[in-house]
């Protein structure tokens, strides 16, 4: 007879509760003075301070901290990260934050998407949760859609707003979904080393694909693209050669890649639906 799984809360491996609220500024992005007296704002601190801080016991023997990290690449600027020896003293550090006057310039940024995959994450069923870093990166840059909902299909992006050495012959389809390009990294060609790194596909057409990834690959690099294609949904490699490289911002690299063999009209409908 199996033992019931017994569901617990986040903990770290020294015992502490832990926390984090992800916020987003209701007026723009900040700059780092805004984010600086917003973070000493929150903690109770003078701007010039440092921003992490030893907290206030909650109890008698109650102890933890809380500290603040800003977000690069991400449609959200802030988080809080709270460790506390009691969930008491943790729901008192997440309403300490809420009641703060400097609270006000700030919105809660978690969206249903990642909410699931840090519930995946931390499921108490070991089983359930994303088997490796890449999974989880999958499960935090898909999208969800609710089951037995509608399917739409986003709308070409239109070819003037595209540099002229961007341009494709096919309409590019804007997309924001994880998964990982593949290089053989063996001397010998043919060895079988492999380097996988984590992506983000930004758009695609029948002939070429838009990716994001935090190192650069040189013009005519060839990489396989990993993509759920068929019926079954499993994922197949698709080899493409780069054909473009664009710095973005926080040190990632904007990809330009070719398609060594175009996709079929039914592949790309296939993609897009989860685009």
Not at 38 to 54: E, H, Y
Not at 184 to 210: C, E, F, K, Y
Not at 225 to 233: C, Q, R, S, V, Y
């Given at each position: 007879?199996?033992?019931?799984?017994?569901a617990?809360p986040p903990?770290?491996?020294e015992g502490?509760?832990?926390?984090?609220?992800?916020?987003?500024?209701?007026?723009?992005?900040?700059?780092a003075?805004?984010?600086?007296?917003?973070?000493?704002?929150?903690?109770?601190?003078?701007?010039?301070?440092?921003?992490?801080r030893k907290s206030?016991p909650?109890?008698a023997?109650?102890?933890?901290?809380?500290?603040?990290?800003?977000?690069?690449g991400?449609t959200?600027?802030?988080m809080?990260?709270?460790?506390?020896?009691?969930?008491?003293?943790?729901g008192?550090?997440?309403?300490?934050v809420?009641?703060s006057?400097?609270?006000?310039?700030?919105?809660?940024?978690?969206?249903?998407r990642?909410d699931?995959?840090?519930?995946?994450a931390?499921h108490?069923?070991?089983?359930?949760?994303?088997?490796?870093?890449?999974?989880?990166f999958k499960?935090?840059t898909?999208?969800?859609?609710?089951?037995?909902?509608?399917?739409?299909?986003?709308?070409?992006?239109?070819?003037?707003?595209?540099?002229a050495?961007?341009?494709?012959?096919?309409?590019?389809?804007?997309?924001?979904?994880g998964?990982?390009?593949?290089?053989d990294?063996?001397?010998?060609?043919?060895?079988g080393?492999q380097?996988?790194w984590?992506?983000?596909?930004s758009?695609v057409?029948?002939?070429?694909?838009?990716?994001l990834?935090?190192?650069?690959?040189e013009p005519g690099?060839?990489l396989?693209?990993e993509?759920?294609?068929?019926?079954d949904?499993?994922?197949?490699?698709?080899?493409?050669?780069?054909?473009r490289?664009q710095?973005?911002?926080?040190?990632?690299?904007?990809?330009g890649?070719s398609?060594?063999?175009?996709l079929?009209?039914e592949q790309?409908?296939?993609?897009?639906?989860?685009?």
């Amino acid at each position: 007879m199996t033992s019931p799984i017994i569901a617990h809360p986040p903990e770290t491996l020294e015992g502490w509760y832990s926390l984090h609220q992800i916020f987003r500024f209701a007026n723009g992005k900040p700059d780092a003075g805004l984010l600086l007296r917003t973070v000493a704002g929150l903690s109770g601190q003078s701007a010039g301070r440092s921003t992490k801080r030893k907290s206030s016991p909650a109890t008698a023997s109650g102890s933890g901290w809380t500290c603040f990290v800003k977000l690069i690449g991400s449609t959200s600027d802030l988080m809080a990260i709270h460790f506390r020896d009691s969930l008491d003293a943790i729901g008192e550090a997440e309403q300490r934050v809420a009641k703060s006057p400097a609270a006000k310039s700030l919105v809660p940024n978690l969206s249903d998407r990642i909410d699931t995959a840090i519930r995946a994450a931390v499921h108490p069923n070991p089983d359930r949760r994303p088997p490796t870093c890449l999974d989880f990166f999958k499960l935090l840059t898909g999208r969800s859609r609710m089951k037995g909902g509608p399917v739409v299909t986003p709308a070409p992006i239109k070819s003037s707003l595209a540099s002229a050495e961007d341009r494709r012959n096919s309409a590019r389809f804007p997309l924001q979904i994880g998964t990982c390009g593949i290089i053989d990294s063996d001397v010998h060609r043919g060895g079988g080393a492999q380097d996988l790194w984590p992506l983000v596909m930004s758009d695609v057409s029948t002939t070429g694909i838009g990716v994001l990834l935090a190192r650069r690959f040189e013009p005519g690099t060839a990489l396989s693209i990993e993509l759920a294609l068929g019926k079954d949904n499993k994922p197949r490699r698709l080899p493409v050669h780069v054909v473009r490289v664009q710095q973005e911002r926080a040190g990632h690299w904007v990809h330009g890649c070719s398609f060594d063999v175009p996709l079929t009209e039914e592949q790309l409908k296939v993609i897009l639906k989860d685009a």
